[in-house]
């Protein structure tokens, strides 16, 4: 059964940083390409960024230059470092796996960015 577990959200002041955590189980997590979403009251969720099993990244352009995804496969982990957040980037964010037709999701984990 995938379990995947979030932790590291919380209040941050605009302009601050936080680094979220996703811990993997029951997966092969190497070869799984792991996402983080965000969702905001209202909004669609929206893929933040992305990297594959080959270490390919993607962010989506309000984050570039401010979040870095990294993942560690030994420790069956993929974090999102956030820096200079903003306001804007208040949401659940929630980890991804995808590995083909197979996708799971976590429970999702709170920021807010707000003085």
């Known amino acids: 059964q995938v379990h995947l577990v979030e932790s590291g959200g919380g209040l941050v002041q605009p302009g601050g940083s936080l680094r979220l955590s996703c811990v993997a189980s029951g997966i092969a997590f190497r070869l799984y390409t792991m996402g983080w979403y965000r969702q905001a009251p209202g909004k669609q969720r929206e893929l933040v960024a992305y990297i594959s099993s080959g270490a390919s990244i993607n962010y989506v352009d309000s984050v570039k230059g401010r979040f870095t995804i990294s993942r560690d496969n030994a420790k069956v982990t993929v974090y999102l470092q956030m820096t200079s957040l903003k306001p804007e980037d208040t949401a659940v964010y929630y980890c991804?796996?995808?590995?083909?037709?197979?996708?799971?999701w976590g429970q999702g984990t709170q920021v807010t960015v707000s003085s």
């Open positions: 991804n796996a995808v590995l083909g037709s197979t996708s799971a």
